[in-house]
């Protein structure tokens, strides 16, 4: 992870002990629970967000509680009127699993005003294989499994949602692998999008 230095004195030195505890971490000098493997550390206080649990809930209904109250402190400005979407860029909620990430942005979609748009991928019907295979891989089958590097088979997009680019198409105008968009206009059957980020933003 890198951490870039900021002018401002307050925010440089938040930056700093953010950085200085990456460090602590990285080198196993922070604080480790004793009672605990050495692979748990201690999460800072301020670094934390405290959530009321449900009473009378089961663990799937306080799960979805605590992400709910997640997104609404993270993206609490969504219907405000501020136009979220020109500082989306700086906002990010990162997750290790690809469902977890889709869970997100259906809770964080289903919180937004406007009325999304239902995109799905074409499927394909090679009468080859079902003659080889059969009925081995139904495509409700298929249509339901996620993937690392690979978007879901149905999305659901507003104008302002950024989404990520998988390919690279012109290296040379930012448009590689990795690279973040914003979502500007909604069509049928394609969508414009402008960058993020990098030398290219807002193109």
Request: proline share 5%; net charge negative; hydrophobic share 40%.
């Amino acid at each position: 992870m890198s951490v870039q230095i900021s002018r401002n004195s307050q925010t440089a030195v938040e930056v700093g002990a953010f950085a200085d505890y990456l460090l602590q971490v990285r080198d196993q000098r922070y604080f480790i629970s004793p009672t605990l493997s050495p692979d748990f550390i201690k999460v800072p206080e301020d670094m934390l967000l405290a959530v009321s649990s449900l009473p009378q809930s089961n663990i799937e209904e306080q799960a979805r509680h605590r992400l709910l109250h997640l997104v609404k402190t993270i993206y609490a400005d969504l219907n405000s009127g501020n136009h979220p979407e020109d500082n989306v860029a700086d906002i990010t909620i990162l997750m290790p699993k690809t469902t977890d990430v889709i869970a997100i942005s259906k809770l964080i979609l289903k919180r937004s005003l406007e009325k999304f748009s239902n995109s799905c991928r074409v499927d394909g019907d090679d009468e080859l294989q079902r003659q080889e295979h059969g009925d081995l891989y139904p495509l409700e089958f298929l249509n339901n499994i996620s993937l690392s590097g690979m978007p879901p088979h149905k999305l659901n997009l507003i104008v302002g949602t950024p989404v990520m680019l998988i390919r690279n198409l012109n290296t040379k105008e930012g448009l590689c692998n990795g690279a973040r968009l914003r979502i500007v206009q909604l069509r049928p059957n394609c969508m414009a999008s402008a960058l993020m980020s990098g030398d290219f933003a807002g193109i």
